[in-house]
């Protein structure tokens, strides 16, 4: 196996283990994040919501490596855009991070609140809730906002030099549309991000990834369709 039969395979990895890690740590949140008491069940299941911090963890390590693991390839045809596909890829890895820290500090305060002799439940709901906004918004502007911009720049470079076969990218690039056109809705409390609409609208983004990692990993990059 060459070099770039590794590198087509390691960024096709990357992007089923992104996907994974991703919906493994949302599932692991659930008693911090869609509780009626976060203050209290975060703690009951500290372990829990640690192990989904670690797989968010994962995640952005992933999806910085599928940028970076690409760039070599999208440089050749376009420097300008592969440049801005790491950059907003990166963006999106620090929103994400953004929202780990939110989840954790959630975590800190509920045993805070557990331990706490004559706790002033107000106050420290209060605060509970701006940390889970906090998420909530990481949650949208990471994994929709920024995840459509990065898509439609590689899709584009992919469409236009024929690294990989066109009903790809062009998938790729109509997911990123709608991917960040549910972003917008949802800022504008059209709909909330974890509904039927929400989940429609990501769906075409999701399935662009699942195809290029298998086709990444199975056939590699069409190195000869490059120019020089």
């Given at each position: 196996m060459n070099s770039n039969e590794k590198a087509a395979k390691m960024a096709g990895v990357l992007f089923i283990l992104a996907?994974?890690?991703?919906?493994a740590g949302l599932l692991l949140y659930d008693p911090i994040l869609n509780s009626t008491d976060p203050l209290i069940q975060g703690p009951a299941h500290s372990n829990q919501v640690i192990l989904g911090a670690?797989?968010?963890l994962i995640l952005v390590g992933s999806a910085v490596?599928?940028?970076?693991t690409m760039f070599p390839y999208l440089r050749r045809y376009n420097e300008t855009l592969a440049l801005g596909h790491v950059l907003f890829r990166f963006l999106e890895a620090v929103v994400i991070?953004?929202?780990?820290?939110s989840v954790l500090a959630l975590l800190t305060l509920g045993r805070e609140y557990a331990a706490a002799a004559a706790p002033?439940?107000?106050s420290f709901y209060a605060s509970a809730a701006s940390l889970k906004a906090v998420h909530d918004w990481t949650f949208l502007l990471g994994p929709n906002f920024m995840l459509g911009i990065n898509t439609m720049l590689y899709s584009?470079?992919?469409y236009k030099s024929r690294l990989v076969p066109r009903f790809i990218p062009i998938l790729g690039m109509t997911g990123s549309v709608l991917?960040?056109?549910c972003a917008l809705l949802v800022m504008f409390g059209v709909f909330s991000q974890l509904s039927v609409w929400g989940a429609l609208l990501a769906l075409p983004v999701a399935a662009n990834e699942m195809i290029l990692?298998?086709?990444l990993i199975r056939k590699g990059f069409n190195l000869s369709a490059v120019p020089a």
């Open positions: 996907a994974v890690s991703a919906v670690v797989m968010e490596g599928t940028s970076i991070t953004v929202g780990i820290i002033d439940p107000a584009y470079i992919f991917v960040f056109l990692a298998v086709w």
